[in-house]
């Protein structure tokens, strides 16, 4: 189901020697494949969220790294394309982790080759990223096959954190496209994920393209569904993981995970050890990114001549604060889903998951 080029965020083109996104600020209405030709549209597909999800923006940013040194492959310009890149999104720690990635795999050698190598490690870490969320779907699934229902599995989920959040399969979605995949009768409540509407218009769409029974909700009944007990499982994406289990994801996931403790229902976290930061002690050092307030004021659709319009939601001279994400307790997390296993968000737990990582 996973293995075309069709169902993937990012692709080379081998012809124009340049990297094809999904415009993803464009769906559910359009699907636009778009060459990403400079460092500028690189970083613009960034800052922008042409692309976006911890992993692909970790990938992008590799072969954004790769184009800059395929046009200047001095130290210097190594480190202005890294700066540049990695100052476009504060939060997703895979930014980081690909910068350095590619860094370490040409710094050591002579100009006239590290363009071809920083090029062969972005397609590798691409290839890395199709494997381990396949792996992280794997071991998703048997957490959701664990759980005892009477005839189909509900899940919930937030934001994006399938297939267009990373290359192929994605994290928290991965479990998902497994358990449909096996035969397993499973239902997804998208939560549409406030003020990007990242549910909504991604999160459902690609479900619908893979054929997976799913219903869009709004934020705020969430809670309601779990105390009603038509959730038996929340599973989540994360941009970054602190060393203590503490998730940071798209605001709103806190509250989901406040409600799935209320209720009893296990909330889940998917995620690549990448987007684990072991430098970070805990959540409350994590840097928040905030947002455009119009993000919150106005809203985008398709009006009923197929035009794509934004319409003002609130009042003249409004004020809005936008925080794009929040951080969830470890205390509140049942488990870590990674493509290493499933593993406590703790010290102790994320401490077992590195030396499982380490003997690989």
Known sequence: MFSTDELCSLRWDPVSEQV??????????????????????????????????APLIGVTAAFGLAHALSEDASTDNLERASA??????????????????????????????????ALAKARSLREEDIAHCERIGANGLQLLQSIKVASHLNVMTHCNAGWLAAIQWGTALAPIYKAHASGTPV???????????????????????????????????????MRQGRVDCVIV???RTAANGDVCNKVGTYLKALAASANAVPFYVALPESTIDWSCPGGEHIPIEEREESEVLSIAGLDAAGDIRAVNLAGAHSRALNPAFD????????ALV?????????EEGLRRLRAVASAV
């Not at 951080?327 to 509140?332: E, R």
Request: with cysteine.
């Open 237 to 239: 994406g994360s941009d």
């Open 20 to 53: 094809e996104i999904i415009d993803q600020t464009l769906l559910p209405h359009t699907l636009r494949w778009c060459h990403l030709d400079s460092l500028p549209a690189y970083c613009h597909a960034i800052r922008t969220m042409q692309v976006r999800g």
């Open 84 to 117: 540049a890149l990695l100052a476009t999104r504060p939060t997703a720690v895979n930014l980081r982790w690909a910068l350095e990635q590619v860094g370490a795999a040409v710094q050591h050698l002579p100009p006239a080759k590290r363009a071809a190598a």
């Open 187 to 225: 239902h997804v409540w998208v939560s549409e994920t406030r003020p990007r509407n990242q549910g909504t218009n991604l999160t459902a769409w690609e479900l619908q393209r893979a054929g997976v029974p799913c219903t869009i909700v709004a934020d705020n009944s969430c809670g309601q569904l």
């Open 338 to 346: 990674t493509e290493h296993g499933n593993f406590e968000a703790s």
């Open 327 to 334: 951080v969830t307790p470890a205390a509140l997390v049942r």
